[in-house]
């Protein structure tokens, strides 16, 4: 079975500081995404990343950044963590298109609850 | 740009009872649409892909459909019990994203009472 795990389950920070949220995949997939989710407003995609050292910005990237030095690894970086960045993140790995170029199931972590205080 | 939208935010059953979700999308017909199941505090879990060639998909007492002339996706959980109450998202390609990119509906919360 794919397995996503994400670093933490909860976490509390206060505003301006740095965060790192860290998501490991075992499957060897090339795709890897970053969301937040909220009530009333969805999953929204912040940054994905389709091979090491690959970033995209998704629909919500501002504030945040994102690192991908190993395939398995794909990191989500609040520079300066705000009131507004309370949120349950989730991050999700698929494997590269599936023949005939379309989006691929994604595989999800449990998701981490972040709370700025 | 594509949109997805699950009719119902809520969905109140009763145990035995067949439920039907709805996922209705604009513009564009998705070669395929997926369904999720997403627990509170979880992340989403993987039910079923079809595809725009194929009218019904079955998996065990799942049932979806995809008709694309009228741009939908139904979801049919026959027999429910308490155990499917959950929220269940569609999901279908962003098209004009980067590879790999699904755009999700907001999901319905599904209750199903004993």
């Known amino acids: 079975d794919v397995k996503v795990t994400q670093s933490s389950r909860y976490l509390v920070k206060r505003t301006g500081e740095k965060v790192f949220l860290e998501c490991v995949q075992d499957?060897?997939?090339?795709?890897m995404f970053w969301y937040r989710q909220d009530p009333g407003l969805g999953l929204r995609l912040i940054y994905f990343s389709y091979d090491v050292k690959m970033k995209e910005k998704g629909d919500i990237p501002e504030g945040y950044s994102v690192s991908r030095e190993k395939k398995e690894r794909f990191s989500l970086i609040l520079e300066s963590a705000s009131t507004n960045q309370t949120s349950m993140y989730l991050c999700a790995s698929s494997f590269s298109k599936l023949a005939g170029g379309f989006a691929d199931t994604q595989y999800f972590g449990p998701g981490t609850r972040l709370t700025v205080l | 740009s594509q949109k997805i939208e699950q009719n119902s935010e809520a969905l109140n059953i009763q145990e035995g009872k067949t439920a039907t979700l709805t996922c209705n999308y604009t513009n564009y017909s998705p070669a395929y649409l997926q369904w999720y199941r997403q627990d509170p505090g979880r992340g989403p879990v993987f039910l079923l892909l079809?595809?725009?060639?194929?009218k019904e998909k079955r998996k065990e007492r799942l049932k979806v459909t995809f008709d694309t002339t009228l741009k939908q996706s139904l979801f049919h959980i026959t027999a429910s019990q308490p155990a499917d109450s959950a929220t269940y998202l569609c999901a279908l390609e962003n098209y004009g994203g980067s590879q790999g990119n699904l755009i999700f509906g907001k999901g319905t919360k599904l209750s199903v009472k004993p």
């Open positions: 499957m060897d997939h090339e795709n």
């Open positions: 079809i595809r725009e060639n194929e």
